[in-house]
């Protein structure tokens, strides 16, 4: 099975310019989520997805980022313009919600590591 | 406010020995908590996880351990072993809804040979 895969691995910009990230999670995950993790920090969730609709994005800073579902499969995230603090890793991940059972185990991409400069 | 604390960012043991990682939470809400490894470089991946209404569940070497009164839980990894080097983070969850999972800051865990 394939896990979840996201691009580009590293992306280095100026300050101001835009950014996005892609991701493909585990086919028939219905729920997608962004984290942002600052180094020495755990995750913190963006934004989160159950199939092409927004579940939960209080903590997304939506004055510059952005993201979408496309047909409840793949997911892009944006940031335009980038400040130096978004210097992060962007994790996303899936899962596979059950209802009425809990699971919630997450799969993790890899990463995308952006460094704003 | 940080709903999930790890209020360790570091722990050394020697191979062979019990490692402890710890974490509290204060969401009464959460009703299942994970644990998840992280090595550079690479994704968090799932490690164990307990419901709450359990007070232990064992994998192999890893036990988690659920306080619910003292809304703490614990990894117990025995014996510890070079390759389990890496950040540990807790996280947690309520089943009702959507499922939003939430971490600690994470806790590097070093195995010394």
């Known amino acids: 099975e394939a896990g979840v895969a996201q691009s580009p691995r590293y992306k280095i910009i100026e300050k101001r310019q835009s950014v996005a990230f892609w991701c493909n999670p585990i086919?028939?995950?219905?729920?997608l989520y962004w984290y942002q993790q600052i180094l020495g920090q755990g995750p913190k969730l963006l934004i989160q997805?159950?199939?092409?609709?927004?579940?939960?994005d209080s903590q997304l800073p939506k004055d510059r980022f952005s993201a979408e579902r496309l047909k409840g499969v793949d997911s892009t995230l944006k940031i335009q313009p980038a400040k130096l603090e978004d210097s992060a890793v962007y994790l996303c991940?899936?899962?596979?919600?059950?209802?009425?059972?809990?699971?919630?185990?997450?799969?993790f991409g890899e990463g995308s590591r952006l460094t704003v400069l | 406010d940080q709903q999930v604390k790890q209020n360790s960012p570091s722990l050394s043991v020697q191979e062979g020995r019990i490692s402890i990682l710890n974490c509290d939470y204060t969401?009464?809400?959460?009703?299942?908590f994970l644990w998840y490894k992280k090595y550079p470089a690479e994704g968090p991946t799932f490690l164990i996880s307990?419901?709450?209404?359990?007070d232990k569940n064992e994998d192999g070497r890893f036990t988690v351990f659920l306080n619910k009164s003292a809304k703490h839980l614990s990894l117990h990894i025995v014996p510890s072993q070079p390759g389990d080097s890496a950040v540990y983070f807790c996280a947690a969850g309520n089943s009702g809804g959507y499922q939003k999972v939430t971490f600690g800051t994470g806790t590097k865990l070093q195995v010394i040979p």
């Open positions: 086919s028939g995950h219905a729920t």
């Open positions: 991940a899936s899962s596979l919600l059950s209802s009425g059972r809990v699971t919630g185990e997450l799969f």
């Open positions: 997805f159950q199939n092409n609709g927004v579940v939960d």
């Open positions: 969401n009464s809400m959460f009703d299942y």
């Open positions: 307990i419901s709450s209404i359990k």
